[in-house]
């Protein structure tokens, strides 16, 4: 069952990078002809991520992330992705239990009462255990920064405070406090009921703007657990700075600062002025490198044209 979002992977990344609070009046933001805002300035495309962060808004930070002749090319891509392996009968019983589970009534307490044996190991083991896959997994993610060849050595050092400032979290975090657990269930549950999903086949089959707004559902369900295991994603998000720190013509760079867990960070990001609004260069980049590919992986009309007159000719 493929149920991904690859499609938009690399946009939303993108505008996490790009997030930080300013005036919506001084920073200048139009309206495109879809209705998507269009960000008439560097600092702009920046308010205009961080307000769709804290309105738990996945689809306004993807749709105005890229520029609007762009969005085509990811509807195309997610249609794509969607019908790319037929749904086995096997598939459609996992997700249909799956829904179940989730959604019937009562589902909260029946989990519950399904994991609470249990429960007592699972906090004997991770008292033990927990501590050593913490440092296991911060050493293997440093290891992987250290090893990408695309990040300078600045970005190297953010990069490994980052994963430091999300270890002091985790390491704190109360993952099997009982309490927390049961609420965890719920709020997993009231997400998959508000998403309204009735099968497979209806998820596949999902336009790509529906599909996003169901992932508002489910970027705030991430937003509330994170925040469950005591995770401060509002103190994040307020703690937020920006400041443009070079833009010549319809090139800019900004710097955006923040605070983690008392851990200063900070991000700088390359953006573009295409089509009136300011985005994200890495995602034009890539989105317009997959498009070429697209193009060049299709035979042209002219090459169609040529072939037929050539059968013309040996006829």
Not at 14 to 31: F, I, M, N, R, Y
Not at 119 to 124: D, R, S, T
Request: aromatic residues 6%; proline residues 4%; charged residues 25%.
């Amino acid at each position: 069952m493929r149920l991904t979002l690859k499609p938009l992977a690399f946009v939303a990344l993108s505008c996490l990078a790009l997030t930080a609070c300013k005036d919506e009046e001084s920073a200048g933001v139009g309206s495109a002809k879809s209705g998507v805002k269009v960000a008439e300035s560097p600092l702009a495309a920046v308010d205009a991520n961080i307000e769709a962060l804290k309105n738990n808004d996945l689809k306004a930070l993807v749709l105005s992330s890229v520029p609007p002749s762009m969005t085509e090319h990811l509807r195309a891509k997610w249609k794509s992705e969607m019908n790319q392996d037929p749904i086995t009968e096997e598939d459609r019983a996992k997700f249909a239990e799956a829904l179940t589970m989730l959604t019937a009534p009562g589902a909260e307490q029946k989990i519950w009462t399904d994991v609470q044996p249990k429960f007592a190991e699972w906090q004997k083991e991770a008292q033990f255990q927990m501590p050593m896959y913490i440092g296991i997994g911060q050493g293997m993610l440093g290891s992987m920064v250290d090893g990408n060849e695309d990040l300078t050595e600045a970005q190297k050092t953010q990069a490994k405070a980052g994963i430091g400032a999300f270890g002091t979290w985790a390491s704190s975090a109360k993952f099997l406090d009982a309490d927390l657990a049961q609420k965890s269930i719920g709020i997993v549950c009231h997400a998959a009921r508000e998403m309204k999903l009735e099968s497979l086949d209806q998820a596949r089959a999902m336009p790509f703007d529906e599909a996003l707004e169901k992932g508002n559902i489910a970027f705030k369900a991430t937003r509330d657990l994170l925040d469950n295991y005591g995770f401060p994603t509002n103190d994040v998000l307020k703690s937020l700075k920006s400041e443009v720190i070079a833009q010549n013509g319809d090139t800019a760079k900004v710097k955006v600062t923040y605070q983690m867990f008392g851990t200063p960070l900070e991000v700088e990001s390359d953006l573009v002025k295409l089509e009136g609004g300011w985005y994200s260069k890495e995602s034009v980049e890539k989105i317009r490198a997959e498009m070429n590919g697209s193009a060049n992986s299709e035979p042209s009309p002219d090459a169609d044209a040529a072939e037929g007159s050539d059968e013309s000719a040996e006829g």
